[in-house]
């Protein structure tokens, strides 16, 4: 390789290092915005579901959400997940977070990796993404595995 040269794998980690900020700050600008992000509505509180955990739907069941993803939504395509949960120090709501997420989707680039603790470090946010599904169904995959792992510590996904 020439002086100055970078190997294909730097490349790669740098473009997928840009894509992954690009997505993020793109979502947050929309957010922001109180507009739409692949084709779901803006994020707010939705619904309370069993226990304490804020779910991310303004729908009543899966069926109602697989209808509407399907005419909004095409696949394959690129998506992030969330969650927030009690924080216990060790990283292991991160850990269960994203073991959920590959479990479905496979392996996940490390720089498509994020964890921020809240301010008085009660809750950590964990943040993986843009991964690539596959259909609809997957995704609704990915939901029940987060809310299986995350277990009590979990207060909201989406």
Same mark, same amino acid.
């Given at each position: 390789?020439?002086?100055g040269?970078?190997s294909?794998?730097?490349r790669?980690?740098?473009?997928?290092?840009?894509s992954?900020?690009?997505?993020?700050?793109r979502?947050?600008?929309?957010?922001?915005a109180g507009?739409?992000q692949?084709?779901?509505?803006?994020?707010?509180?939705g619904?309370q579901?069993?226990?304490?955990?804020?779910?991310?739907?303004?729908y009543?069941?899966?069926?109602?959400?697989?209808?509407?993803?399907?005419?909004?939504?095409?696949?394959?395509?690129t998506?992030?997940?969330?969650?927030?949960?009690?924080? &216990?120090?060790?990283?292991?709501?991160k +850990?269960? %977070?994203?073991? $959920?997420?590959? #479990?479905?989707?496979g392996q996940?680039?490390?720089?498509?990796?994020?964890?921020?603790p809240?301010?008085g470090?009660k809750?950590?946010?964990?943040?993986?993404?843009?991964?690539?599904?596959?259909s609809? &169904?997957?995704?609704?995959?990915?939901? +029940?595995? %987060?809310k299986? $792992?995350?277990? #009590?510590?979990?207060?909201?996904y989406?």
């Open positions: 390789m020439r002086a040269a970078t294909p794998a730097v790669s980690g740098a473009f997928l290092r840009q992954c900020a690009t997505q993020q700050r979502q947050l600008h929309v957010r922001a507009g739409e692949d084709g779901q509505p803006a994020a707010g509180p619904p579901s069993s226990g304490p955990v804020r779910e991310f739907s303004a009543t069941s899966v069926d109602e959400w697989k209808k509407l993803d399907s005419k909004v939504n095409t696949y394959p395509c998506r992030s997940f969330q969650a927030i949960g009690v924080s &216990d120090g060790t990283g292991a709501f +850990a269960d %977070i994203l073991g $959920a997420v590959q #479990s479905v989707v996940v680039h490390v720089e498509c990796i994020n964890e921020r809240s301010s470090g809750y950590t946010a964990v943040r993986i993404g843009p991964v690539h599904v596959q609809g &169904d997957q995704v609704v995959e990915i939901f +029940a595995r %987060i299986e $792992a995350g277990g #009590s510590r979990l207060k909201w989406m």
